[in-house]
């Protein structure tokens, strides 16, 4: 049977943008999962201060041609370092003045996605989001509001995974550890 451990936090990372994650606690290590004491934080909690422009050339970066509505979802998804579903990245673009179709954000995303801006996180079948933080790192999901939190990846070890088939390699593991309020 695999097991979860969370152990103490490493150094600050850079991320894409140049910044540094803030580690702040310690984390316990504990086989209970119910019982795991897990330092919360953001990766990206350093705002960027982003412009039309600075997203432009992030889009360059990544091979996509930054159009008008490219850039606009950009500075949605990048401005305020949050998970959003396509709806509120929709509603987002759309409160800046631009008429921006659900069919552009979805087909924004997609693309965002395969040039590897952006992480996809399904919570469950219906509820998908987008994490502009594509650093290693899992999540804490809270299932009664909905809020996703970071959990840093340096401080999360699996033991116990069961042999891949053969051919296969690991692409990665995310872990969503879905919380709610106690009782």
Not at 32 to 47: F, R
Not at 55 to 74: D, K
Not at 106 to 131: A, H, Q, S, W
Request: cysteine-free; charged content about 20%.
């Amino acid at each position: 049977m695999g097991r979860i451990y969370a152990v103490a936090a490493a150094a600050p990372d850079m991320d894409r943008f140049g910044s540094r994650s803030a580690h702040i606690g310690k984390l316990v290590g504990k086989p209970e999962l119910d019982k795991v004491e897990i330092l919360i934080y953001n990766a990206n909690m350093e705002l960027q201060n982003h412009t039309r422009e600075s997203v432009a050339q992030l889009l360059r970066s990544h091979g996509i041609n930054p159009t008008h509505q490219r850039i606009e979802i950009g500075l949605a998804l990048f401005e305020n370092p949050q998970h959003p579903s396509a709806d509120e990245i929709l509603a987002m673009v759309n409160a800046r003045h631009t008429e921006t179709s659900k069919a552009t954000v979805y087909n924004t995303l997609k693309l965002f996605l395969e040039k590897g801006m952006v992480r996809e996180l399904i919570v469950d079948p219906n509820k998908v989001f987008y994490d502009p933080n594509t650093s290693v790192h899992h999540h804490f999901y809270d299932v009664a509001t909905g809020e996703l939190t970071d959990i840093p990846a340096a401080g999360v070890h699996i033991e116990g995974l069961p042999p891949l088939p053969q051919g296969m390699v690991t692409d990665g593991i995310d872990i969503i550890v879905r919380t709610r309020p106690g009782r």
